[in-house]
T-cell receptor, first 113, second 112 residues
């Protein structure tokens, strides 16, 4: 039981390049989330998927897109990377959207040059 | 929307002393309050949570208290150990919202 698995763990991109961050969970959770974490700003929600087939914007969605591929997988895409998107990205999942603990992956450290 | 404020931003204690971190929230409908611990370079991990129908919850050296009237909840760590050193985040989950609202974190250092 691996929990939430994110790939890759580290990535360096040039401005304007595109990239997809992958996330998979094996806990049969319905809801999945993408956060970014920047120094002094805590965790900010980018997008979430309350259930398979649905996605919604969070607090900071600009510059990102997501795909809920199936119940297990939720990917985050940067179409044209910008230096402001340099951050640590965490994927999380929970059994349901409301009132349930979220379980986090190990994170992807992304640098945009 | 919900607004969660967390204090203090940094906290240093001597090993064996207690540590208290406080969070306030604005949405009185919020009914689920988790606490996460994040060690340097690691993932946030749930350490304890409380629901609005409970005033206090304990798990060994960790406890959380909730005051719904005042809209604040606190994390209490007793007999602190060096391995308790980490950043701690509180969160509130309002039923009418679409997300957890996290505090900005407290960096706890336990001095041996």
């Amino acid at each position: 039981n691996a929990g939430v698995t994110q790939t890759p763990k580290f990535q360096v991109l040039k401005t304007g390049q595109s990239m997809t961050l992958q996330c998979a969970q094996d806990m049969n959770h319905n809801s999945m989330y993408w956060y970014r974490q920047d120094p002094g700003m805590g965790l900010r929600l980018i997008y979430y998927s309350a259930s398979e087939g649905t996605t919604d914007k969070g607090e900071v969605p600009n510059g990102y897109n997501v795909s809920r591929l199936n119940k297990r997988e939720f990917s985050l895409r940067l179409e044209s990377a910008a230096p402001s998107q340099t951050s640590v990205y965490f994927c999380a999942s929970s059994e349901a959207r409301l009132g349930q603990p979220q379980h986090f992956g190990d994170g992807t450290r992304l640098s945009i040059l | 929307g919900e607004n969660v404020e967390q204090h203090p931003s940094t906290l240093s204690v001597q090993e064996g002393d207690s540590a208290v971190i406080k969070c306030t929230y604005s949405d009185s409908a919020s009914n689920y309050f988790p606490w996460y611990k994040q060690e340097l370079g690691k993932r946030p991990q749930l350490i304890i949570d409380i629901r609005s129908n409970v005033g206090e919850k304990k798990d060994q050296r960790i406890a959380v208290t909730l005051n719904k009237t005042a809209k604040h909840f606190s994390l209490h760590i007793t007999e602190t150990q060096p391995e308790d050193s980490a950043v701690y985040f509180c969160a509130a989950d309002p039923p009418g919202g679409n997300q957890f609202y996290f505090g900005t974190g407290t960096s706890l250092t336990v001095i041996p």
